[in-house]
């Protein structure tokens, strides 16, 4: 691996911006992916979750593009937190450059976006959705673009996009650069690869499905009603800022209200949250004002956390992928991390295909039933099976021991410099 960015092609002005955004030496998804795409080819990139793969692609079209007008560059991403993200690098390497950009995003306002597009920005950063959009009132025009960016293509294959690609790809030219980056390669995005992209490098620098290699993690096979208590129990257990993932809105909404009847400070995360409210939930979970943050898949996609120090399964995700994305997480950077998961026996088959994908097995550990915290917790829950009403049970105790759990309540952190 190179220690430094010197020896990949980019100019003078673009190293003196990574070391002023403290750079110090490329990932190795940088380091493989940034020549090709700095001399026009294709590129399939698969590397997992926060390693670096937006400058893999940012670097390459900012150098290609300095000194030029028009719209030259466009990002599609999945979501609107993930474009918000990529905008921030863009502008921070882009604009010192006389390049500029606009975010086409939905749950904001188009008529601001037909302005901004109006302006010929060099980079336009979308979400599908949005974008088609636009192009249907025919607001939105590529004559001219030169590089298309597909930026975790598999999550926006997962989530129904392939649709609107396909409407998008009828409104670019057809000589373009295309880079594809993507945590996972599977069946779906390589043939999706296979049709659009021409003679691409491919720069795979984890096998596709391998988990960061920091995260330590661990499964539990648990009955559906322990949930609750194992979770109460991992957190109790060390302070880590924790991400728990679940597969529906409405089980977000109760494990949430959980935690904050055991005195936890929690955010949550899914589909019917406004704009704002998301907002608010990801600033206070990057910012420490919450400990722990509760999301399903797609609404947590595009969070960008320095320091997520558990990432806890409550629900097996619906596809073994997601495992992946998940996970990835609690590993960024230098950072490591735990990853817990929740599963019940009959869900034995998910795992063994999440295992498959991996090429590796999850170690294995005992439900801790025999700790103060989960007896307490299984307790409450016989309790209310008993008693539809509200336990009868002495709560100050149970508040009393709360309060002295080790991380109960929100820590001011530090981030970590990027």
């Given at each position: ?215 330590e993690q661990r499964l539990y096979f648990v009955r559906a009603e322990e949930k609750t208590p194992l979770l109460l129990t991992l957190l109790a257990r060390d302070d880590k800022t924790t991400l728990v993932f679940t597969r529906a809105k409405e089980r977000v909404e109760k494990v949430h209200k959980a935690l904050q009847k055991a005195g936890y400070r929690a955010a949550l995360l899914h589909a019917d949250r406004t ?144």
């Amino acid at each position: 691996m190179s220690d430094s960015f010197d020896k990949l092609g980019l100019s003078r002005e673009t190293l003196g911006a990574l070391r002023q955004a403290r750079f110090t030496r490329p990932t190795p998804i940088q380091e493989q992916a940034i020549p090709p795409a700095l001399a026009g080819k294709d590129v399939i990139g698969c590397a997992a979750t926060g390693t670096g793969k937006t400058a893999a692609y940012v670097l390459p079209l900012v150098e290609r593009f300095a000194g030029r007008k028009g719209t030259l560059g466009l990002v599609l991403a999945p979501t609107r937190e993930l474009v918000l993200q990529i905008a921030e690098p863009v502008r921070f390497f882009a604009e010192p450059r006389g390049l500029t950009h606009a975010v086409v995003i939905g749950g904001e306002d188009m008529g601001a976006q037909v302005k901004a597009l109006k302006e010929r920005p060099t980079f336009v950063l979308a979400t599908p959705g949005r974008l088609v959009d636009l192009l249907e009132n025919e607001a939105a025009a590529f004559p001219h673009l030169e590089a298309l960016v597909l930026d975790e293509a598999d999550r926006m294959l997962d989530m129904g996009f392939l649709p609107q690609l396909e409407r998008i790809f009828t409104a670019l030219p057809r000589r373009k650069q295309t880079l594809l980056f993507s945590a996972t390669l599977g069946p779906e995005v390589s043939r999706f690869a296979r049709q659009r992209l021409y003679k691409p490098v491919r720069v795979e620098v984890t096998r596709s499905g391998t988990p960061a290699e920091r995260a330590e993690q661990r499964l539990y096979f648990v009955r559906a009603e322990e949930k609750t208590p194992l979770l109460l129990t991992l957190l109790a257990r060390d302070d880590k800022t924790t991400l728990v993932f679940t597969r529906a809105k409405e089980r977000v909404e109760k494990v949430h209200k959980a935690l904050q009847k055991a005195g936890y400070r929690a955010a949550l995360l899914h589909a019917d949250r406004t704009q704002n409210q998301r907002r608010q939930a990801m600033d206070g979970f990057r910012d420490g004002t919450y400990r722990v943050l509760v999301a399903t898949d797609i609404a947590a996609r595009g969070l960008d956390v320095e320091d997520v120090g558990h990432v806890i399964n409550y629900d097996l995700p619906h596809a073994p992928e997601d495992y992946v994305h998940r996970i990835g997480r609690t590993a960024r950077a230098a950072a490591s991390g735990v990853a817990s998961t929740f599963a019940m026996t009959r869900e034995g088959q998910v795992v063994t295909r999440i295992e498959g994908i991996m090429r590796a097995e999850i170690p294995r550990l005992s439900v801790p039933r025999e700790d103060p915290v989960f007896k307490e917790q299984w307790e409450l829950f016989l309790a209310a099976q008993r008693n539809p009403g509200p336990p009868q049970k002495d709560h100050g105790q149970a508040k009393r021991s709360a309060d002295h759990a080790p991380g109960r309540h929100a820590r001011t952190h530090k981030k970590r410099d990027s």
